[in-house]
């Protein structure tokens, strides 16, 4: 299994636009002509920009429960709402030179953005994505600067955007995937719980993690950089 056949499974998730083009060898997104996401089966970039490399790959550690988690995704498939971003993390040294070389290459009309972590001593969460059109899919960029969340590091992540409140997420998932299958969830105090992420495999040593978003989740707040 690679990240192009993983997506591949979930082409719902997708828009069908003339800017996102899907075929067995390639998943790619453009703008104005120009590539703005590509994934294949060897390669994946933002821009010009070898994300993949930066996850840095081995060969082996591959493991998954892909077959379950197609299972509970195709369970709650009326209950999606849309893609909400795809995510990269890796570990790095500094934030500031993987920001300016994604800045650098950045198209017309993208915007990076944060949203607070919660946890900036260890993790920081960046997005690219379109000022404008809400068809292009976002992305994320979790930047790990200590080893407090390796087990979940290098990740490739799916989030996804539900009508479901978390209890039944929580029941669903655990029919398929197993009990404790969500190892992380925002949980606002007086509010709720608006996203939880468990993890269904591994390929070549990158964590693959999934992201669900409950009936609470309305928004994100980010501040552009």
Known sequence: MSILELLSKQKYLFPKN??????????SVSYMGRNYLEISDSDVKLFEINVLSKLKP??????????????????????????NHLGFGYKTQNIYDELGEYKKHMKDGFQLLEED????????????????????????????????YGEFCPQFQIDIDTDLPYSELKKIAEKHMGKDFFFWKYDIPGYGVVMAMGKIGMIKGVNILVGLGTNLRKSQTFKKI
Do not use: A, C, M, Q
Not at 18 to 27: A, P
Not at 58 to 83: P, V
Not at 133 to 142: A, D, G, R, Y
């Open 117 to 148: 972590s919660g946890d900036k001593d260890n993790n920081r969460w960046f997005f690219v994505k379109h000022g404008s059109n809400v068809s292009i899919p976002k992305i994320e960029l979790i930047f790990y600067l200590t080893d407090k």
């Open 18 to 27: 003339e800017l996102i083009n899907f075929t067995d060898e390639k998943l």
């Open 58 to 83: 081995i060969t082996s550690d591959s493991w998954d429960k892909f077959n379950s988690y197609f299972s509970f995704i195709g369970e709650i498939e009326s209950n999606i709402l849309r893609l």
